[in-house]
């Protein structure tokens, strides 16, 4: 088992530029999340996905969309990227909303020049 | 709305004294409270949760509802410890992470 997997690893963009990062697991999870981190601030999230069919907002939903493509994948779109963006982002998985563990995706690390 | 803090950004240690991972929350309901570590460049894992009362790797954590604390505990430290720590609190079908503490564990 993979569990869950990020692509890419690393990439650079210019402001302006757009990207999607994509995240999928295999462990049959029903909710999704994405964080991101940075120094200082921990990991806030981003968006969540309770279930398949259903997002929400996180913490910092601003300048992100994301999609719950399916009950394995979900991506996170930057539209516009800009340099407040830079940071690692994380995907992660549980079984169910109720306080089942997190697993987490081994991160992409994102610059924006 | 739910809240956890971590107070200390780097706790040094000396190895073989005690660690003390200071963790405080704020929520409502009934909290699900867990610790997960992330070792140098690796992915963040669990490393336990208060509802199962386990000692994983010589670690412990106490749910503390009169402080609203859950602090993680290790009685002798070892320099494999070094990492860094979040505490974090399941809450509204999310999950919400302090800040991090830093265990640097001196040799």
């Known amino acids: 088992n993979a569990g869950v997997t990020q692509t890419p690893k690393f990439q650079v963009l210019k402001t302006g530029q757009s990207m999607t990062l994509q995240c999928a697991q295999d462990?049959?999870?029903?909710?999704m999340y994405w964080y991101r981190q940075d120094p200082g601030m921990g990991l806030r999230l981003i968006y969540y996905s309770a279930s398949e069919g259903t997002t929400d907002k996180g913490e910092v939903p601003n300048g992100y969309n994301v999609s719950r493509l399916n009950k394995r994948e979900f991506s996170l779109r930057l539209e516009s990227a800009a340099p407040s963006q830079t940071s690692v982002y994380f995907c992660?998985?549980?079984?169910?909303?109720?306080?089942?563990?997190?697993?987490f995706g081994n991160g992409t690390r994102l610059t924006v020049t | 709305a739910q809240r956890v803090t971590q107070p200390e950004k780097l706790l040094s240690v000396f190895k073989g004294a005690p660690v003390e991972l200071k963790c405080n929350y704020s929520y409502s309901g009934s909290p699900e409270l867990f610790w997960y570590v992330q070792y140098s460049r690796q992915r963040l894992q669990l490393l336990l949760r208060h509802i199962s009362r386990e000692s994983i790797k010589g670690f412990t954590a106490d749910l503390n509802k009169g402080e609203t604390s859950f602090h993680l505990k290790k009685p002798f430290a070892q320099e494999e410890d070094s990492a860094m720590y979040y505490c974090?609190?399941?809450?509204?079908?999310?999950?919400?992470f302090g800040t991090g503490t830093k265990l640097q564990v001196i040799p």
């Open positions: 462990m049959n999870h029903n909710s």
């Open positions: 974090a609190l399941w809450g509204y079908q999310k999950v919400t």
């Open positions: 992660a998985s549980s079984m169910q909303g109720d306080g089942s563990p997190l697993h």
